[in-house]
């Protein structure tokens, strides 16, 4: 069956824009997000079956949301061989405040090259490997389900970690996020440019 699934190629125009709030709903499959978007587009990718998405210009904020098209939602998909795997590049040079809605895919969310303003990330049984983006300061909220979560913080990128954990391994650095109350936490986090 997965044979008969095409893959779309699409790109969404930045018309402009200056900043950009983007929400990602994904389920069954491999999502991969990382830079690599032209300076006039926000975003191109590769998607497995149709994708449903749209671009409304509110003043100077582009509003996107992307989500497989209704049929392949509405369709009972079992196995592997019925997985929509995306392939997403994102314009590097435009802040993006990101919300993400993951279900039970594998996702590999490299933004070390972004300008990340807001990060929200929801998931459910997921195996999620994030690259935080490695300049700015932001804030980002991480909701798990029965998750797997791998966080790379780049060198050069400050942190206050808080964990707050039901049945779970929690595993962090304390050479560079050394425990500080209930945080964990760079030295500098206070006056860190990028943190």
Same mark, same amino acid.
Request: hydrophobic residues 40%; without cysteine; glycine residues 8%.
């Given at each position: 069956? !997965?044979?008969?699934? *095409? ?9 402009? /824009? ?18 690599? +978007?032209? /300076? ?14 749209? /671009?409304?210009?509110?003043? @100077?904020?582009? =509003? ?16 592997? !061989?019925? *997985? %929509? ?5 994102? $314009?590097?040079?435009?802040?993006? &405040?990101?919300? %993400? ?13 972004? $300008? ?8 459910? +049984? ?5 690259? %935080? ?7 980002? @909220?991480? @909701? %798990?389900?029965?998750?797997?979560? =791998?966080?790379?913080?780049? =060198?050069?990128?400050? /942190? ?12 962090? @650095? ?15 986090? =206070?006056?860190?440019?990028? &943190?």
């Amino acid at each position: 069956f !997965r044979g008969n699934v *095409q893959v779309e190629n699409m790109s969404i125009d930045l018309q402009g /824009a200056t900043t950009v709030d983007l929400k990602v709903n994904h389920g069954a499959g491999e999502l991969k997000l990382h830079s690599g +978007a032209s /300076a006039q587009e926000f975003a191109h990718g590769s998607f497995m079956g149709r994708l449903d998405h749209k /671009a409304t210009r509110n003043g @100077d904020r582009l =509003e996107v949301r992307m989500r497989p098209a209704k049929d392949f939602l509405d369709f009972p998909f079992f196995g592997p !061989r019925h *997985q %929509l795997d995306w392939d997403v590049a994102l $314009n590097a040079g435009i802040p993006i &405040a990101l919300k %993400l809605n993951l279900g039970a895919n594998k996702s590999d969310l490299d933004l070390r090259d972004m $300008n990340i303003t807001d990060l929200d990330l929801d998931t459910g +049984a997921s195996d999620t490997k994030l690259t %935080l983006p490695s300049r700015g300061r932001f804030h980002a @909220d991480l @909701d %798990l389900g029965a998750a797997s979560l =791998e966080i790379i913080v780049p =060198e050069g990128l400050s /942190a206050r970690i808080r964990a707050s954990l039901g049945a779970a391994d929690l595993k962090i @650095d304390q050479t560079r996020f050394p425990r500080n109350g209930s945080y964990y936490q760079s030295p500098d986090y =206070e006056t860190a440019v990028n &943190a």
